[in-house]
């Protein structure tokens, strides 16, 4: 039953990652714009330009602002990545050898008498 609830679930988070493709690929480029502008406006000396690569910033700005949602697309995907990686470490679970705690504790102690 967790098995089937984990691939429901992951199914669910594949559909937001596909439903908010467009918007995480826009809030990518409006990132990468906006770091050019403010590294644009940092460099340049001109009032003119300076005006510039302000308004600039501004409309990509309101480009990542509009696509804010594409975050819940992102934690769908982080949330993908997650169970993938769980998913491949789920396994058989390891059992000690010795499951009698006297043992382990003379094995310990001989090795702590030793030093």
Same mark, same amino acid.
């Given at each position: 039953?967790?098995?089937?609830?984990?691939?429901?679930? /992951? +199914?669910?988070? #594949?559909?937001?990652? @596909?439903? *908010?493709?467009?918007?995480? !690929?826009?809030? $990518?480029?409006?990132?990468? &714009?906006?770091?050019?502008?403010?590294?644009?406006?940092?460099?340049?000396?001109?009032?003119?330009?300076?005006?510039?690569?302000?308004?600039? /910033? +501004?409309?990509? #700005?309101?480009?990542? @602002?509009? *696509?804010?949602?594409?975050? !819940?697309?992102? $934690?769908?995907?982080?949330? &993908?990545?997650?169970?993938?990686?769980?998913?491949?470490?789920?396994?058989?679970?390891?059992?000690?050898?010795?499951?009698?705690?006297?043992?382990?504790?003379?094995?310990?102690?001989?090795?702590?008498?030793?030093?």
């Amino acid at each position: 039953m967790k098995k089937f609830l984990l691939i429901v679930l /992951a +199914v669910i988070a #594949a559909l937001t990652v @596909i439903a *908010n493709l467009i918007p995480m !690929i826009l809030l $990518a480029i409006g990132g990468y &714009l906006l770091y050019v502008c403010i590294k644009q406006f940092k460099r340049t000396t001109s009032t003119g330009a300076k005006v510039m690569w302000t308004i600039f /910033a +501004v409309l990509v #700005a309101s480009v990542i @602002i509009s *696509n804010i949602y594409a975050v !819940i697309g992102v $934690a769908a995907l982080y949330f &993908l990545y997650v169970m993938v990686r769980s998913w491949k470490t789920d396994g058989a679970i390891d059992v000690p050898k010795n499951v009698n705690p006297f043992e382990d504790f003379d094995r310990e102690w001989s090795k702590l008498a030793k030093k």
